[in-house]
């Protein structure tokens, strides 16, 4: 978000380096890399626009997030404007928008346009509320999840998912054919 937050891609990147040297000594064996959770404003589609490159996971992935109350005017645009840039659009926890709780086939119509799904692992469980957690379940149903995610900020989180990991839903949705297992 970037008007919040002033996170610039060589900022991400110079603190994993760090982050990874540190571990290098205290855990031996832990890979890590970063990306960023790109939130659709003017400043991520001027960047788009102006080529430049954007941080990605994987196959190209670009995880991204939107307003959470209003689905922007822009979405359609922007999904483009990435596809045509031979990015693949992931975005970050569909079942917390209030407008796909209410609209879930919208989400149908982001599929057909190229866009992933990257579910929070402890919306499943109640965490986020309960029209998050009806939402992902009907995604897990579905299959329309192609990534769990963490969304782990701290260590409360890090216990939430820890209890996650043990509730039917989440163990339904690590069950399917998620694409982590091909990062
Ligand atoms: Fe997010």
Redesign the pocket.
């Known amino acids: 978000m970037g008007d919040a937050y002033h996170n610039t891609e060589e900022g991400i990147l110079a603190a994993c380096q760090n982050l990874q040297s540190l571990l290098r000594k205290s855990h031996p064996g832990i890979e890590i890399s970063a990306a960023a959770?790109y939130y659709l404003d003017e400043q991520l589609t001027a960047k788009l626009a102006a080529q430049k490159p954007l941080l990605t996971f994987g196959n190209r992935y670009v995880l991204f997030?939107l307003n959470f109350m209003v689905e922007p005017l822009n979405l359609h645009e922007f999904i483009f404007s990435l596809t045509t840039s031979r990015y693949v659009p992931v975005l970050?926890?569909p079942e917390?928008y209030l407008y796909y709780q209410q609209q879930p086939e919208k989400l149908e119509d982001l599929l057909a346009r190229g866009v992933l799904f990257q579910l929070n692992i402890a919306s499943a469980t109640g965490y986020y509320g309960k029209a998050a957690a009806n939402l992902a379940r009907t995604l897990i149903a579905e299959k329309w999840v192609h990534f769990a995610g963490s969304?782990c900020h701290n260590l409360t989180h890090a216990q939430v998912l820890e209890d996650a990991l043990r509730t039917t839903p989440v163990q339904r949705l690590l069950s399917l054919p998620l694409l982590n297992h091909t990062l």
Do not use: P
């Open positions: 959770e997030e970050a926890h917390r969304d």
